[in-house]
Structures are given as structure tokens and as C-alpha cells.
């Protein structure tokens, strides 16, 4: 079942007669139900302009993105608000946590937001935070924890209103290598054990070859991809960074 399909997206920023620029020229991939998929690519690629296509917080101006079937270009700003609630987590490379808030009131915001009530909220975050680990720290304020810690209440956050698809921007970006590696882990536990589909964008090889496909953009266009198939992650890591020095 296909959770996300980008048909021909294209993206230019500029107005009509003045200079303008082509950020995407026709993107066209597809996402199935319980894949992890990484996007690679180096600064100015395209990138972080397809994701912000993805996630419905810019919009194309060619082509489509559905995202479970839905056509977010045709929803006003009202509506694509409460789809991007239901349908899409988020996780930020710098964590994106209210400092005023608690652990546990920042994993609850979408729900509180989507107007659930205490008592069908607390379950919620108390299941996906039991899932990552991180029920003792509930309590805490984010300025209290590690960014280990930050990070997996963003995952929480992203994941406690049970989206169709996880989005990832540069998750590890701002974590040291050890809990890089711990929150990679984790995604990739989740994506296979809980069947969560994941997307992440991401410059690092080893990042990348957590996932089971990874696509490879570059100047605006998806060019070619590598599939993980039967490989371990370190055989992947390494087909990967041949590719990345055949690519150079």
C-alpha cells in the first residue's frame, strides 16, 4: 500500500518576470506502508525543499504529493493544519521542544490540540513513552534532560498520534554519536518491529544506512537509488559510501 506517492513535483521560488529559481525539476517517488526510506544529499540538493513539500508545510508548484491517498495541494489552510495533525509526525534536528512545557505535556500537544481529553491523552503518552524508554523522565522539563533524551520526546511527540508516515530532518544533527546511534536504533526498531513508516533526510552515510532504500538527490531531481535487500546495515554503509565515491 503506497503511504506516500510524489507525482512530478517541481518548485520554483521567484515571481513571474523577475529572476527566478528551480528548487525541484519533477520529482516522482513512492513511499509504501512500513518502509524506512532515506533521502541523501548535500547542501542546496533539494532536499529540505522536498521536505517541506512533504510535510504540507510549503506547496508545489507543480505536480502532486498524497500523502494516504489525500491530495494535500486542494485543502485550505484550515484543513491541511488538522491533516497534518492527523496524518504526518515530525521529528526536528533540534528537537523543537517547549521549554515550558513538561516531558509529558510536550508529547501530548498534538493530541490536546486535536481536542482529546485528559483521560484519552495520559494512555497515549504513556504508551509510546514505555515504547522509547523514557516514562521516568515524563515529569522533567526539557531543559533538565540530554539531547538523547529531547530527542526521543520529539519521536514521541511525532509518533504519539499514530501518523501514516514519520518524517525526519537531519535527526541526529545535534546529538553526539552515541545517541545518534541509540536514536537510530530506535527508528529503525520501530520502523521493523511496529511497522512505522519512515522518512528521513539525512547527509550521513551512517544515518542513511539505517534505512532499507535510500534515494539520491541531487541539483532538484531524485536520480538513482540503493536498496538495502538482504545486507546487513555495515555491508549497506559500505555499498553506500562506494556509490557516494563512484558519485564524486
Do not use: C, W
Not at 517547549?98 to 484519552?120: D, K, Q, V
Not at 501514516?164 to 545518534?180: C, F, Q, R, V, W
Amino acid at each position: 500500500m503506497e503511504i506516500l506517492h510524489v507525482d512530478h513535483v517541481t518548485k520554483t521560488y521567484g515571481k513571474r518576470g523577475e529572476k527566478q529559481y528551480q528548487a525541484l525539476k519533477g520529482i516522482d517517488f513512492t513511499v509504501n506502508s512500513g518502509e524506512f526510506v532515506a533521502i541523501m544529499g548535500a547542501s542546496g540538493s533539494g532536499k529540505t525543499t522536498l521536505l517541506n513539500l512533504l510535510s504540507t508545510l510549503d506547496r508545489p508548484t507543480g505536480g502532486r504529493v498524497l500523502i494516504n491517498g489525500q491530495d494535500n495541494s486542494s485543502l485550505k489552510d484550515n484543513q491541511l493544519a488538522d491533516f497534518r495533525s492527523k496524518q504526518i509526525g515530525f521529528i526536528f534536528q533540534d528537537f523543537n521542544l517547549l521549554e515550558s512545557l513538561t516531558n509529558r505535556e510536550n508529547i501530548a500537544l498534538p493530541l490536546a490540540l486535536s481536542g482529546l481529553t485528559p483521560n484519552r491523552i495520559n494512555p497515549l503518552v504513556n504508551k509510546i513513552a514505555t515504547r522509547l524508554g523514557i516514562v521516568e523522565i515524563l515529569a522533567k522539563y526539557p531543559v533538565e534532560i540530554s539531547g538523547g533524551q529531547k530527542q526521543r520526546v520529539a519521536a514521541a511527540r511525532a509518533l504519539v498520534h499514530d501518523p501514516a508516515i514519520l518524517l525526519a530532518d537531519e535527526p541526529t544533527g545535534a546529538l553526539d554519536s552515541k545517541n545518534a546511534r541509540e536514536l537510530l536504533e530506535t527508528m529503525a526498531d520501530l520502523n521493523h518491529k511496529d511497522q512505522i513508516t519512515t522518512l528521513m533526510v539525512t547527509h550521513d552515510p551512517i544515518s542513511a544506512s539505517f534505512a532499507s532504500r535510500i534515494l539520491f538527490i541531487k541539483d532538484g531531481k531524485i536520480g538513482k537509488q540503493l536498496l538495502r535487500n538482504d545486507m546487513s546495515r555495515i555491508e549497506f554503509y559500505h555499498s553506500l559510501i562506494y556509490q557516494m565515491e563512484l558519485a564524486e
